[in-house]
């Protein structure tokens, strides 16, 4: 199966600064890549998602990149604000028929006004 | 508005005792997914359910049942053989059940301890 593995666990940013978070997959089969903001005592929320015919994608201030020979994708904040402190996910979902979606361990983000 | 109801929000249970989880959704969905919520450890599969009267197994469904009599709600037991059934347990839902991406739409979670 699918194996998506996620860095950092903890990342603190001063506020109006980037934030990166990386993930990398296992799976060349995997064909969509979304990202989840978790927001503390709420369910995850979708923010961002990429397919794999697409190497960035962008809304706003965030980004995700994505390098299939790699097989990592990135999410990118920039302009960073105390709002965005929360838990991000990445994951990564297997094409063909119904696949179930693969998450990472999370990145907890903390800006510091 | 359209969303995923989780109940209780916390439970707590002593030890041997079976707990059930409610899940209802209104978004018309038809797949509906019971994950798990460890620190440290992301977000693991325990039950997903495409259609009613269907589900399948995720990657921790030992200690674990669900049902899917209706469309709208997704049930989940947590029994007294879980070992470790203290976490936070989050119910989603996504609109298909066949091939693209699912976009996952999750509840506010339900957090159990047991004592």
């Known amino acids: 199966g699918e194996n998506v593995e996620q860095h950092p666990s903890t990342l603190s940013v001063q506020e109006g600064d980037s934030a990166v978070i990386k993930c990398t997959y296992s799976d060349s089969a995997s064909n969509y890549f979304p990202w989840y903001k978790q927001e503390l005592g709420k369910g995850p929320q979708l923010i961002i998602d990429i397919r794999s015919n697409v190497g960035e994608k962008k809304d706003q201030r965030i980004a995700v990149t994505l390098n299939k020979t790699a097989k990592h994708f990135s999410l990118h904040i920039t302009e960073t604000q105390p709002e965005d402190s929360a838990v991000y996910f990445c994951?990564?979902?297997?094409?063909?028929?119904?696949?179930?979606?693969?998450f990472g361990t999370g990145t907890k983000l903390q800006v510091i006004p | 508005d359209g969303g995923i109801t989780q109940s209780p929000k916390y439970l707590f249970r002593k030890e041997g005792q079976n707990v059930t989880l409610s899940c209802e959704q209104n978004l018309n969905h038809d797949a509906m997914y019971w994950y798990r919520q460890d620190p440290g450890q992301g977000l693991r599969l325990i039950y997903y359910s495409q259609i009613v009267n269907d589900f399948q197994k995720g990657d921790i469904a030992e200690g674990y049942s669900v049902s899917r009599e209706k469309k709208e709600s997704f049930p989940l037991t947590v029994t007294s053989a879980q070992k470790n059934p203290t976490a936070f347990y989050l119910c989603?839902?996504?609109?298909?059940?066949?091939?693209?991406?699912?976009?996952?739409?999750f509840g506010a979670g339900s957090r159990l301890t047991v004592l």
């Open positions: 989603a839902s996504s609109i298909g059940r066949t091939t693209g991406a699912n976009v996952l739409t």
């Open positions: 994951a990564a979902r297997l094409s063909g028929g119904y696949q179930k979606v693969t």
